[in-house]
């Protein structure tokens, strides 16, 4: 059974330009949280999706945005990026939206 | 708001030594709680949770946590660590997994 699987591993951008992170969650989940984790703090809860739609969502700005496709994966996509987005991006997937969630190995983010 | 505390940044221990990682919390009700560990580059791995019970929770490769609600406080335990144990700790609490919030994480360094 493979758990959750997120693309690419590694990715550099420059500042101004957009990117899309990928992830697909564990068979049968059907809930993806996504999370930022900078060098040296603990991830921060970016948004959830259930359902195709944002349920919830922290304290980021308008320039990270989701989408859920109906066979429940999930995309993460920031616009002009800055260098302080350069982070590890983690997904999260679970069985419904009050299931243990289950982490992938993450995406590394570098902004030059 | 949530918030966790790991009050320790780092914390050395030898191999075949107890180990005790502190966890403070501030949640308005009943607290969901979770440990995870995090292998150098690597994703987020549950090692145990708590959500209603037994104040003792048992989890994977040989840890226990135990919630004390006087003391805001779910502190990880193992009696004698390995030295496949080395790895980042994070400590989280939730509401019924909808969003966690991570504290800042403890390095666990094993020394022969």
């Known amino acids: 059974d493979a758990g959750v699987t997120q693309s690419p591993t590694h990715l550099i951008k420059t500042r101004g330009q957009q990117v899309t992170l990928r992830c697909s969650p564990k068979?049968?989940?059907?809930?993806v949280s996504w999370y930022q984790q900078a060098l040296g703090q603990g991830p921060q809860f970016i948004f959830q999706?259930?359902?195709?739609?944002?349920?919830q969502r922290g304290n980021f700005p308008d320039r990270f945005s989701g989408h859920q496709f109906p066979n429940y994966s999930s995309e993460l996509n920031v616009n002009a990026l800055l260098l302080g987005d350069s982070a590890l991006y983690l997904c999260?997937?679970?069985?419904?939206?009050?299931?243990?969630?289950?982490f992938g190995p993450g995406t590394r983010l570098t902004v030059l | 708001a949530q918030s966790v505390t790991q009050p320790d940044i780092h914390i050395t221990v030898s191999e075949g030594a107890s180990l005790e990682l502190r966890c403070n919390y501030s949640?308005?009700?009943?607290?969901?709680l979770f440990w995870y560990v995090q292998s150098p580059g690597q994703g987020l791995q549950l090692l145990l949770k708590?959500?209603?019970?037994?104040?003792l929770v048992q989890g994977i490769k040989g840890f226990e946590a135990e919630f004390k609600r006087s003391q805001s406080s779910f502190n990880l335990r193992k009696p004698s660590v390995h030295w496949s144990d080395a790895a980042e700790y994070f400590c989280?609490?939730?509401?019924?997994?909808?969003?966690?919030?991570f504290g800042t994480g403890t390095r666990l360094t094993i020394i022969p």
């Open positions: 068979s049968g989940h059907d809930t």
């Open positions: 999706y259930y359902e195709e739609e944002e349920r």
């Open positions: 708590y959500f209603s019970g037994d104040t």
């Open positions: 999260a997937s679970s069985l419904d939206l009050r299931d243990t969630q289950y």
């Open positions: 949640y308005g009700a009943t607290p969901y």
């Open positions: 989280a609490v939730g509401d019924g997994n909808e969003k966690l919030t």
